[in-house]
């Protein structure tokens, strides 16, 4: 049986009849440059995507979670590159990508569970515990490092466009005729790959995560068996045999406190490739069907394809330096070795498949761990004029700007920024987690967290939890000094041991103080005769009944409209009989 597939044209047909009407006249063009509920225009706390998610959005189950993290987990073929390289073995790399998967799904599962009850995302949870005002730091910061981090991904997915390019186009395609200047930092051909990957994405930036199902999905079951058949043909060329250890390093095995230290730093650089995703989660779990959907299915499903991925990547790496005499982490880099060693029919088609599905998970991790992050964040800072899909789209056409080329060449500040983001993220995470399972014991008055009328709720001093801030900068100040010393700066040594153990140092200090500062100043909105999560139920309870509600008002509609049918039906029959 041939599938069948219905293109409709009805969204483009619906979209340019809204714009048309908006462009008829001045309040009607306002009216469609304002989001959801803010027509006047003024200074607003929500729109459609701020306010809790509707039930029939609600549509993530517990496997959804599973998927997403099996697509996410086994693409991490260059995980292991940077242990490895500092010198560890690739079973000291594996422990130690074990233990900060694991550390990660659990701050992961903790973090998700507030947005599971009251279906909100970030930002709004983020006003609940640093205030109305004072959330505005954290939404910033993580905001503008996943623009960043949008551009430079898009520019690695193009590498796998310009693979998948050579493998269909052939020869030609690495000749043809006119190239960029070497001032440039980058081929046509990658610019080519660039610029399409680009265009690829963007239809994407349409789409709220609980449309997006499907596309996780899809890389659940592609990405797994094109890594093992990559790692198949590594152990092929090599006849299973694998490279020392210090062809791989570069240097001589660390012994004693010095392995022991290198192992703490490493854990806690491994933690980079997860830290946006701890606080990033309750954007994606204020779709759960319910708290228990996000919570084991992060402490497992983390860890496992996490460690298996990067196992995978060291282990092909260390096949292909034993064959090949070369030690190529990016998965690029080994597509065009295959493809310069074998210049067959076969090997291109099978090139071809795997730069997809390699492009297909960095399509994801866009969607997932920077687009959708930047759009919340957008929402939160202007709500009147960004929802989710808009902030979406901003950030994809801005980021073609930044040329990621560019930003890429000069790696020593910009990277060292990047990978000490986590600095800024540990502390917010941490105050997150505590706030909702030590201070409040998963009780928030979320219709509160949309006003800033004196003596709201989450209005604090001035619009500031003074507490979480104190405790905010506490947990930044000591790694920072070590932070800054990665720009070239002289710091002292332990400023600098601090850093790299960053994530974990700032978290941590971070949580302690906000916990303690609760005990010793205590929250004047935190009701301790509440049960364990009694207000979420009783959230929960009246969603229920205000969905049950509307179902009765449909059902009545429903009636109505058919008795209505009915009646002109019988009133067309006698008609047509009387003509006839």
Known sequence: ??????????????????????LSSREELLRYVHTEGNAGGGHSWTNEDLKPSPPHMVNWKWYNFCLFWFGMGFGNWTLGSSIVGAGLTWWQ?????????????TC???????????????????????GMYGHYWPVLTRGACAMLWVSILNFQGGAFVATMLRCIIGKRWDNLGSQFPPSVGTTLQRFIGFVLFW????????????????LYTLKAWTLPPSVFGLLIYCLVQSHGQLAPDSALAGTSAPRGAVLVWLVVSSINSTMGNWSTFIANMPDFSRYATSPSAVMWTHILCVPFPAAIGGMIGIIGTSCLQKAWGVTLWNQWDVFDAILDRSWTGPTRFGVFLLALCAALYNL???????????ASDATALFPTYFNLTRGMWFCCLVSLA??????????????????????FMGPTAAIMITDYWIVRRGNVDIMQAYTSKPGAKYMYFHGFNLNAVVAYLCGLMIPFVGFIGTFGITVPKGATRCDEIGWYVSAVVAGTVYVTLCRLNPLENVDKSLAWEEQAREFAASRLEAEGSTDKLEHKSDVSEKEGDSKS???VVVVCESVV
């Not at 994801?364 to 930047?374: E, T």
């Open 1 to 22: 049986m041939i599938p069948s597939f219905n293109l409709s044209l009805s969204p483009v047909q619906r979209w340019a009849g809204r714009l048309r009407l908006a």
């Open 93 to 105: 790399a594996t422990i130690v990508v074990w233990i900060a998967a694991f550390v990660s799904g």
């Open 108 to 130: 992961m599962a903790l973090n998700s569970r507030a947005a599971a009850n009251y279906h909100v995302g970030y930002p709004v949870l983020l006003r609940t515990c640093f």
């Open 402 to 423: 930044f040329m990621p080329w560019k930003l890429l060449a000069s790696a020593d500040g910009f990277l060292a920024f990047l990978n000490g983001y986590g600095i």
């Open 569 to 571: 039906g019988k009133s």
């Open 199 to 214: 265009a690829i994405e963007l239809p994407f930036c349409s789409f709220r995560p609980n449309r997006l199902r499907w």
């Open 364 to 374: 994801g991790v866009i969607l997932g761990a920077n687009l959708l992050p930047f």
